[in-house]
């Protein structure tokens, strides 16, 4: 693992695996991509296999910290989605060859706060405008942007909230905002992939990657 850049030093378990800033990627030689993002991409930063390999641990920890517990899953569309339906069809497999189980609902729900590659303060919530339901439940979060979904879910006064996310990015100023659950923790890079989009493209690349300047130019908006 000391290829993929993986700190050495023990790290909690939710955590996430730390890719250091010195981390060049994967060569785009060495795995399958869509031919129409030629020239649009640096490298992988986080293969497809990496992906589901990690998200399975992540399901595995929610499985311990919350089994038997009646839990609603908060799915942060657009670029949580992937995400969320293979963690939720992975705590799916684990409830049903295990001793726990965990009831779970999923529900849908947008955040847009992006214009190309740089985050707005104009942050706009879509389909969350009655959460009613949440009183009194768990509730995993899966998705990109928190703080301002987390102040408006616990208006709602749900039993409890746990947040799981795929990537949380180093960046200065960084939000106390921490997902309980981390898949990744990843350089200041812009990334697409596997449903993360650079206005809406990409979402159709497994891989996640890092976008070239030249890609950004031609899918700028």
């Known amino acids: 693992m000391a290829e993929f850049g993986v700190q050495a030093e023990k790290r909690r378990r939710n955590e996430g695996i730390v890719i250091n ?3 060049p990627g994967y060569s785009l030689d060495l795995f399958s991509y869509p031919a129409h993002y030629s020239g649009d991409l640096d490298c992988v930063i986080v293969p497809h296999g990496v992906i589901m390999d990690r998200t399975e641990r992540l399901a595995r920890n929610i499985m311990d910290d919350l089994g038997d517990h009646d839990i609603v899953v908060l799915c942060v569309l657009k670029g949580g989605y992937q995400f ?3 963690l939720v069809d992975r705590i799916k497999v684990l409830s049903c060859n295990s001793n726990q189980t965990i009831p779970m609902r999923v529900h849908f729900i947008r955040l847009k706060s992006y214009l190309n590659d740089q985050s707005t303060e104009d ?7 009655d959460l009613s339901f949440l009183a009194g439940k768990g509730i995993v979060g899966t998705g990109k942007t928190m703080e301002t979904l987390l102040k408006h879910v616990e208006a709602f006064r749900p039993k ?8 949380v990015k180093r960046v200065q100023n960084r939000s106390t905002c921490v997902p309980d659950f981390v898949g990744f923790e990843i350089p200041n890079r812009f990334v697409v992939g596997y449903a993360l989009d650079y206005n809406e493209y990409f979402r159709d690349l497994n891989h996640i990657c890092v976008i070239s300047e030249s ?6 908006i």
Do not use: N
């Open 160 to 167: 409890m909230i746990k947040v799981a996310g795929l990537l």
């Open 215 to 220: 890609g950004k130019k031609k899918y700028k």
């Open 21 to 23: 800033d010195e981390w």
């Open 84 to 86: 969320c339906a293979d």
């Open 123 to 129: 942050l706009h919530i879509v389909g969350a405008d």
